[in-house]
């Protein structure tokens, strides 16, 4: 939601706040409690000489009228129905109206009633904004210069009284432009109020979504140990399942060695925490407040490395790309001459010689090639495989390496599906046969190719009846240009990882007594 689309900011987009409504009951407010005093005042002095013969009893009306319309209008601010602006404006021609009968019923409260306009005035001008302000001056002013004048002419009053009024009339236009001043800077204090809060709940929600979706885990300690915040990712990495109270929970009983670290002095910069989950590396920035806080940031060791072997290989494939057309051309000029070397000379110390120059030039051809589908491995186009296709490409892979038939058991269920890029499938499905054939003992049922499934999950095992990975190598295996053999690149099982990864797939090395085994794991799914 943009800040510009709430019920507040509608609001204020027509130019009103909840805040003016609550004026508008706290100003009728004061007007019941008026009248209540009206009422109360002239039933207790109607009889007296504040009233002229006949209009103690107009007064009393004239103020329980008023104290019936304060009553109706409470009904109306409650229901905000009329309008604000029309219901504000009825108010004040209300207190006008009644004021000027009132000073009319008594010569000697005219001038204290007369100040009763000022009230209304000022109080119509801050609820409502400043506006219209003006004009309630005005009509007060002509209220009372008429009731003057029927003063004069009924010969009540005297001409001189026409300084006095023009006086409260002064007063009246001077308080109306102090409320519309006071107002207008008021109301613009209000909206700026009203936009940094805006823009604060934005920042805070930013701030929220950055937290959530960072790469590192962060927490908030305070520094007696109790947690402010913990992040998901945070929690993740600390292989936390309960999520920790904010301000209650203590670090030490989500994490025992991370309270030990954050809580004691660092021999180390970033020291290195092993958790069930990854191997963390653990920094802390103060935040310079009197309780101590630190914010505790946890860095996977792991995906930091895999990020820099991503960012090696990606500069590699750039680098290979630019160069494969310089590099192929000389290649395939370097294998012709070899060619015709071997055909014009037939001793066996030159065919030997030659023989080793187109070994090593499909080598590099091969590498530039490996490397080239690195770059390939995210122009993703799955096709659906079924028990039939999956067969048939086995079997075009067993010809491809030239493997006896009766080496290769395949062993899968009748119903199988799944989706998976097909060059991607082929390049993982070749690395692994042409690993498995090579280091097996190359006799019948060497090499086993068994699928699983569980649900929608699919399961690929590679297995063969070699002598196995070394343990001290098995930490190696998908490294780039790790490799055992003096003629391989070292880019076939990192590859293979790779293009697994690319279509939502696991490839991993299962320790084995039998030899060597790999398995492919990946969803199901038409």
């Not at 797939?505 to 060597?516: R, T, W």
Request: aromatic content about 8%; some cysteine; hydrophobic content about 50%.
């Amino acid at each position: 939601m943009r800040p510009a689309d709430g019920p507040v900011a509608r609001m204020a987009s027509r130019g009103y706040f909840p805040s003016h409504w609550r004026s508008l009951d706290y100003f009728n407010l004061y007007r019941l409690t008026l009248a209540l005093a009206l009422v109360f005042a002239g039933v207790l002095f109607v009889d007296s000489e504040l009233f002229r013969a006949g209009t103690g009893e107009r007064f009393v009306a004239v103020a329980y009228a008023y104290l019936v319309l304060a009553a109706l209008f409470v009904l109306g601010v409650r229901a905000r129905w009329p309008g604000f602006q029309v219901q504000l404006t009825a108010h004040i021609l209300t207190d006008v109206l009644v004021v000027t009968l009132m000073m009319a019923a008594s010569q000697r409260l005219a001038g204290g009633m007369g100040l009763l306009l000022v009230i209304s005035i000022a109080s119509g001008g801050l609820v409502g904004s400043g506006r219209l302000t003006l004009l309630y001056a005005a009509m007060a002013s002509i209220a009372v210069l008429l009731q003057h004048t029927f003063g004069v002419l009924e010969n009540r009053l005297g001409v001189d009284g026409f300084f006095q009024v023009g006086l409260l009339c002064a007063g009246y236009f001077a308080t109306g432009w102090l409320a519309h001043t006071l107002t207008q800077r008021a109301l613009r204090s209000e909206r700026l109020a009203q936009r940094q809060a805006e823009e604060l709940a934005l920042l805070d929600r930013i701030n929220a979504v950055a937290i959530e979706h960072s790469p590192y885990g962060l927490m908030a300690v305070r520094g007696d140990g109790v947690v402010h915040h913990a992040s998901p990712r945070a929690l993740a990495l600390l292989g936390v399942s309960a999520t920790p109270t904010p301000g209650v929970t203590r670090l030490q009983d989500c994490c025992p060695e991370l309270a030990r670290l954050a809580l004691n002095a660092w021999t180390v910069a970033a020291p290195v925490l092993v958790t069930p989950v990854a191997n963390l590396r653990v920094r802390r920035m103060p935040l310079g407040m009197a309780d101590d806080s630190q914010v505790l940031v946890l860095e996977d060791l792991g995906e930091v490395e895999r990020e820099a072997q991503r960012l090696k290989l990606a500069a590699l494939g750039r680098l290979t790309a630019n160069l494969a057309h310089e590099i192929r051309n000389p290649l395939s000029a370097i294998s012709h001459a070899a060619q015709l070397l071997r055909e014009e000379a037939p001793d066996a110390a030159q065919t030997r010689l030659t023989a080793i120059i187109e070994n090593n030039t499909r080598r590099l051809d091969r590498l530039v090639e490996e490397v080239l589908t690195l770059n390939r491995r995210d122009r993703l186009k799955p096709v659906r495989f079924d028990t039939m296709a999956f067969a048939a490409l086995i079997e075009e892979l067993r010809q491809t390496e030239e493997i006896p038939v009766g080496a290769v058991i395949l062993d899968m269920p009748e119903i199988l599906s799944f989706r998976f890029d097909p060059d991607h499938l082929r390049q993982i499905l070749w690395n692994l046969m042409r690993n498995a054939w090579r280091h097996g003992r190359k006799q019948a049922g060497s090499l086993c190719v068994r699928v699983q499934t569980h649900g929608h999950a699919v399961r690929v095992e590679f297995a063969d009846d070699g002598p196995g990975v070394a343990p001290e190598l098995r930490g190696r295996l998908f490294e780039p240009f790790f490799t055992t053999d003096a003629q391989g690149t070292g880019l076939g099982l990192f590859l293979a990882r790779e293009l697994a990864e690319a279509n939502q797939a696991q490839l991993e090395y299962v320790p084995d007594d039998g030899g060597a085994r790999f398995v492919l794991s990946l969803g199901g799914g038409v």
